[in-house]
């Protein structure tokens, strides 16, 4: 059985392109050691985070400058050889697996932290820096860089899937944040999008347009992206409530309130008992919300004053702070941690993840149902959500091996974004379309917005070479 | 002489298309009154408040729905006939100019309201819909539209130009405030783009692509924007400094430090005395800041604590504060006027705009030495600026029989624009390329960018019916 075949998108013929043995020796003669064909290498080139499978890429390419990224494109270009750009490998909706064949171009190694603009607020940084790195870089400077998708992402990963998580309710995602992109095009030509200006009217919006492209448009290989000032005063809250519906009704009326609050993440009972198996945590088992707010002192405290009010008049237990900087580490790791902890509760498990978002009115409606018929599916599950957005994700917890409970999930999956699709929402919030979401692309915003997109897709990569079958299969 | 020939990316060859009568004859069949070849209307659809002048397309449409748009594209498209979208006429760069001949496409009938989702903040409007007549539909939901070019435009025409304003320093341009948009394409056919929901991963950010592109790539015909509360506490002042230099230093330290300030407007000493001779506004005649303070009413005492003793530290006088709303309105309006208060200086002139925006911390390089350059040119010249932006505008006031005076003018914008491009800065913060800076942008991205714009552009518009000849020339 094609493992892809239950997302009906993938049910289309894929074809595995033919890799001529003359570009392999071409690569091999450029990168040497650091073109391989080793089948370890390649099967960790061949997947990422998602369930899904496919034979790995034919060969892998670890490029240390854009140089090195623009010969490899070319080449595999005169031959129409697929190119899947790699980060570090935290993709959850298969966008690195070799569908159709080709090469994997790893870009981890292009990873200095090129200029620091502390005065401006802007940083300049290869593609393969993490999130991690990148604050750590710029640390000293009083500034960090906030987006925050939980996993320790490249920056060119977090731009090809328009990255967010958990500080995008205040701070915007990959969209909002990335001034300027230096791209290789599906032809090996450097080009440059953007500058170090925060707004700018001069043409099409090519940066835009490559942020969110899931790599099918060309490779990043720099990212120019905003810095905040670190807040004054940071305080971090845990606060349980009798029920999600609880917490939510509270996480609406605080965005409606225009409550300027810096993270409002919530878990449900269920992965809050994950979690504290995982990490021995000992919270309550209960819905909570994990809050954080950004601001000057006084700011800070008029936020936590409001947000405890709204939360009490729902019903909910008085807040737990976080004090110490140690304290709200320990936190979001928790936080950050679900994902492995939900894993780990169901041995060889896969999870099945879902990302639809909705205005924030329509959050309630959205998730309420939707928990209600994954408890009677009998598949277990993990909800958090960056529920400040109106975007939560389960993980329905599948057996790989049964394909009854992976049909069970993506029923399911099906309900929500069919649910989520009807309350003006999107598919995807944060993830990406990637291998599992064609369909629902094609149902949210209609035939006609795809071809556009497929249009531009032939216009810019006419021989289908850049992370085909992504997004949509030409 | 061609008009249009002192900018250099405009001297090549225009042709005017040819307008078949068939064409004409269908408008006006199913039209009737609402299609008109009279000249007077076709004269007042062929300019904008840019210097450029060009022959007047060959008839206007008043369209009155979606389907009057996509009629008329799709018979346009038929006989390869230019299409112009037209809103109120406020562009400044000719986007509206029939260069290679046409149709205008009036959409300014196209002005209901249509839906106020306040619980969302968010709402939907046809493209006609002004942004005070949309400000003035919502007010009572205590919510409102921040984006405030100045001229009093239509949401159609701001996205198409992807502008921002006095408030984009605290709120964003229309890139970060457009959530969703209906499109008529090239072919004719009407397509979504985005949704309600406030942010997405699903597919290529067509939304952004198309804001901003100038209706080259189609006629946008509903917009959905993002809604903001009205600000608890708003209180705005007026600050005068000894120098355009102490001021601009003010400015970039607000920025530096974070201070949420939800607009600091620079105005030079000299396009202060026009104001005041204009409206009769008694201002002191020095370079002053207009600024204003939106949030909670401690939020808004701290911030502007903090921005006065910055102030002060620069020399600056006491702040002057206009704190009821029918002061601040007058305060606005003024700002509002500067335009017309200098052209009104000048009698029988025009002026020309620059439109340059650096990074923060380049600010007072980019601007002091070209207020040094066009105080040495004689040009009289009106200067303010979103300087919390990084943006602001000259307009060097011109005598259109002076060709003379044109050629200084211009060669005063292209020494600002190599200036600001040296500075990692853009030759447009907000609007648009239009005629004016085709050879700007390639200067500034690169020809390889503006390959990949022209390559979409003749993927979704492979006729080259929309609004032709801007941006880039095919």
Redesign the interface.
């Known amino acids: 059985m094609n493992p892809l075949a239950t997302s009906s998108a993938l049910q289309a013929d894929i074809q595995q392109r033919a890799v001529p043995a003359a570009l392999i020796d071409a690569l091999k003669k450029r990168f040497a050691e650091r073109c391989t064909t080793a089948l370890v290498v390649r099967e960790q080139h061949g997947r990422d985070e998602s369930s899904f499978e496919a034979p790995p890429p034919a060969a892998v390419v670890f490029a240390e400058s854009t140089a090195d990224v623009a010969f490899t494109v070319k080449m595999a270009s005169d031959h129409g050889v697929p190119v899947i750009p790699f980060g570090v490998g935290t993709s959850l909706e298969g966008h690195l697996l070799a569908v159709q064949g080709g090469i994997s171009l790893d870009v981890g190694r292009m990873n200095q932290v090129l200029s620091i603009?502390a005065?401006?607020?802007?940083v300049t940084v290869q593609a393969g820096v993490t999130r991690k790195q990148l604050n750590e870089a710029v640390k000293s400077t009083g500034l960090f860089f906030p987006i925050d998708p939980g996993a320790d992402a490249t920056l060119g990963g977090m731009s090809a899937?328009?990255?967010?998580g958990t500080n995008?309710v205040r701070y915007?995602?990959m969209?909002?944040n990335v001034l300027a992109l230096e791209v290789v095009?599906a032809q090996g030509?450097?080009?440059?999008?953007?500058?170090?200006?925060?707004?700018?009217?001069?043409?099409?919006?090519?940066t835009?347009?490559l942020?969110?492209?899931e790599g099918t448009?060309g490779v990043i290989t720099e990212v120019t992206v905003k810095l905040?000032?670190l807040p004054e005063a940071i305080s971090a809250a845990i606060c349980s409530f009798p029920s999600i519906e609880a917490a939510v009704r509270t996480t609406?009326q605080i965005?409606?309130?225009?409550i300027p609050i810096a993270r409002v993440e919530l878990i449900d009972a269920n992965t809050v008992r994950m979690v504290n198996n995982y990490a021995k945590l000992g919270l309550r088992e209960e819905p909570l919300l994990l809050m954080e707010f950004h601001g000057?002192p006084?700011?800070v405290k008029?936020q936590a004053e409001m947000v405890q009010e709204i939360a009490s008049e729902s019903g909910s237990h008085a807040f737990e702070w976080a004090t110490t900087p140690e304290e709200r580490t320990r936190l979001w790791t928790a936080r950050h941690n679900a994902y492995f902890a939900a894993i780990q509760s169901k041995p060889g498990c896969r999870a099945i993840s879902t990302?639809t978002?909705?205005?924030?009115?329509?959050l309630a409606d959205c998730l309420l149902d939707s928990v209600a018929e994954a408890d009677a599916s009998g598949i277990p599950y993990f909800l958090v959500g960056h529920v400040g957005?109106?975007?939560f994700h389960f993980g329905y917890l599948i057996d790989p091996k049964q394909p009854e409970e992976r049909n069970i999930a993506e029923k399911l999956n099906h309900a929500l974004v069919a649910r989520a699709?009807a309350l003006?929402?999107?598919?995807?919030?944060?993830?990406?379309?990637g291998l599992h979401?064609m369909d629902?692309?094609v149902t949210?915003?209609?035939a006609?917005?795809?071809d556009?997109?497929r249009?531009?897709k032939?216009?810019?990569d006419p021989k289908n070479i850049m992370n085909p079958g992504k997004?949509?299969i030409l």
């Open positions: 603009n005065e401006d607020l802007t899937t328009r990255a967010s995008a915007g995602t969209r909002e095009t030509e450097i080009i440059h999008t953007g500058t170090r200006a925060k707004k700018s009217a001069a043409g099409y919006d090519l835009r347009l942020v969110g492209s448009l905040y000032p609406i965005i409606q309130m225009g000057s006084a700011s008029e990302d978002c909705v205005p924030i009115s329509r957005d109106g975007n699709l003006d929402g999107t598919c995807s919030g944060e993830h990406g379309v979401k629902f692309l949210e915003t209609g006609g917005a795809v556009m997109m249009s531009i032939k216009a810019l997004i949509f």
